[in-house]
């Protein structure tokens, strides 16, 4: 599965971004689609995911300021951030689960810079 990723940039704090993720080939074999994001100087971090037939997970520190959506005949997934923090800044990585015989897909890297 191959990913292309748009969005990102840089926003002052209190603002929004809209990330996308765009995916190719072995569809069948994607499980869940979600972001993850990491810092400077820190361990990489679930986001949030949506499985294949259910709802968004989220974590806990963008609880009600992000908004993960898919849409499943275009293969996208995209992230909605609002109210973005400086504590926001990262990287973030576009993400497919394809189960325990394929492993995960990830994306390029998209940065996230929110200023203060």
């Known amino acids: 599965v191959q990913l292309v990723e748009s969005g990102g940039g840089l926003v002052q704090a209190g603002g929004s971004l809209r990330l996308s993720c765009a995916a190719s080939g072995d569809i069948a074999s994607i499980t869940a689609m979600g972001w993850y994001r990491q810092a400077p100087r820190k361990q990489l971090e679930l986001v949030a995911v949506i499985p294949n037939h259910g709802r968004p997970n989220y974590a806990d520190s963008v609880r009600g300021r992000f908004t993960l959506s898919r849409d499943n005949a275009k293969n996208t997934v995209d992230l909605q951030m609002n109210s973005l923090r400086p504590e926001d800044t990262a990287v973030y990585y576009c993400?497919?689960?394809?189960?325990?015989?394929?492993?995960?897909?990830w994306g390029q890297g998209t940065q996230v810079t929110v200023s203060s």
């Open positions: 993400n497919v689960d394809r189960g325990w015989i394929y492993g995960d897909s």
